[in-house]
């Protein structure tokens, strides 16, 4: 079990066999693989890219954006050579495919259009698209973000791109700004994610 355990890639390949026999169980108890059967993978996928998106977000700003002013400069390499690239790349995977199973999911569940116009389709008479599309849009910008400009200014704040140390020290601070606003806009975000399936179903 130890040698099992020790191993990431095979935690989670072990992880992952688990989850298929208790997906295979839904859709034997199921009885087809319908929409209703595909909504509930869908969202399965957007709940645990979602994790470790957010987990990341929130480890970078509760932890390392706070910390790193405090480890001496003779250490700081260690975190922004090896730690922070790797925790990046999960980082902005993570948020695509959030955002991609998210998209994935309302198209399933039939309300795309319905929640990308807030409820306008509809005279906004349906509460459930105008707060889930909140969410939706809260989320794409929470992408938009990560792509567009946290991914680039880290890029250039951590060396991997170059820059003079008033570039890097711009880019880390546009990076951390917008790495703030993804923090501010994620816990309503959630709330329309958890509220909007708990109220409306």
């Known amino acids: 079990m130890a040698g099992l ?7 989670l390949i072990v992880s992952f066999l688990l989850a298929l026999v208790l997906i295979a169980g839904y859709g034997m108890h199921n009885g087809a693989a319908d929409a209703i059967f595909w909504q509930g993978v869908f969202r399965w996928l ?3 890219f979602g994790i470790l998106w ?3 977000l929130y ?3 509760f932890v390392q954006i706070r910390k790193m002013p405090e480890i001496p400069a003779e250490l700081k390499p260690a975190v922004s050579k090896y730690i922070a690239p790797e925790a990046l790349f999960w980082f902005r995977w993570a948020a695509l495919f959030t955002w991609v199973m998210g998209i994935i999911l309302a198209i399933n569940r039939g309300y795309l259009l319905e929640t990308v116009t807030l409820g306008a389709t509809e005279g906004f008479t349906v509460p459930q698209h105008t707060f889930i599309g909140v969410g939706m849009w809260l989320g794409t910008v929470m992408f938009f973000n990560v792509w567009a400009f946290i991914w680039p200014a880290q890029k250039i704040a951590l060396g991997i791109v170059d820059g003079d140390a008033d ?3 711009a880019a880390g601070r546009k990076a951390m700004l917008f790495s703030r606003v993804n923090t501010l806009l994620s816990v309503p975000r959630l709330v329309t994610m958890t509220m909007n399936q ?4």
């Open 5 to 11: 355990l020790s191993n990431l890639r095979n935690t």
């Open 46 to 48: 957007h709940v645990v």
């Open 54 to 56: 957010i987990g990341l």
């Open 59 to 61: 480890y970078f700003n």
């Open 167 to 169: 570039a890097k020290a």
């Open 198 to 201: 708990t109220i409306f179903g």
